[in-house]
């Protein structure tokens, strides 16, 4: 007979912009159970994990409801694993660029205006294409190699 307890990881999750806390778990009913009769919190259907609004308040009322019926492990909350909510877009963040990065940049968006993308496809590679130029800030653009690009994503 297992008695082992199950495991409730809690993580860093982003709504409509704000932080909240994340919860993770195997199906278990009495866990369901539990998390239903906790205020505030919701289910998410996208990202499969329920959630509540970030607070030292909703991180001790979730300590202490699971407190016998789980293990919470809370070592990735302020850590780097983060989800996001794939309905909104991600918060953009400052860039630090070189003018021949933007020119490049500048370069690669009018190429796909010219070939009538549609404005979100345009927006989307160029944030993406922007996210790989900034990663290698340090390396000549001309030095880049498939490899690069293998380590990049």
Same mark, same amino acid.
């Given at each position: 007979?297992?008695?082992?307890?199950?495991?409730?990881?809690?993580?860093? +999750? %982003?709504?409509?912009?704000?932080?909240?806390?994340?919860?993770?778990?195997?199906?278990?009913?009495?866990?369901?159970?539990?998390?239903?009769?906790? @205020?505030?919190?919701? =289910?998410?259907? /996208?990202?499969?994990? =329920?959630?509540? @609004? +970030?607070?030292?308040?909703?991180?001790? $009322?979730?300590? /202490?409801?699971?407190?016998?019926?789980?293990? $919470?492990?809370?070592?990735?909350?302020?850590?780097?694993?983060?989800?996001?909510?794939? *309905?909104?877009?991600?918060?953009?963040?400052?860039?630090?660029? *070189?003018?021949?990065?933007?020119?490049?940049?500048?370069? %690669?968006?009018?190429?796909?205006?010219?070939?009538? #993308?549609?404005?979100? /496809?345009?927006?989307? #590679?160029?944030? %993406?294409?922007?996210? %790989? $130029?900034?990663?290698?800030?340090?390396?000549?653009?001309?030095?880049? /190699?498939?490899?690069? $690009?293998?380590? #990049?994503?």
């Amino acid at each position: 007979m297992n008695t082992e307890l199950p495991i409730i990881q809690l993580v860093n +999750y %982003f709504r409509k912009g704000q932080k909240h806390i994340g919860l993770k778990f195997k199906y278990n009913e009495d866990l369901l159970h539990i998390i239903r009769d906790i @205020p505030y919190a919701r =289910w998410s259907k /996208t990202q499969r994990l =329920w959630y509540l @609004p +970030y607070s030292d308040y909703n991180l001790n $009322v979730i300590k /202490t409801c699971f407190k016998n019926a789980a293990v $919470v492990d809370s070592k990735e909350l302020n850590g780097k694993a983060i989800v996001y909510d794939k *309905t909104l877009p991600k918060l953009k963040e400052k860039r630090q660029l *070189t003018d021949e990065q933007k020119r490049l940049l500048n370069n %690669f968006y009018k190429y796909l205006r010219g070939k009538r #993308y549609s404005k979100s /496809t345009i927006d989307t #590679y160029t944030f %993406f294409v922007a996210d %790989f $130029v900034a990663f290698y800030k340090d390396k000549i653009l001309e030095d880049l /190699t498939n490899r690069d $690009v293998e380590l #990049y994503i």
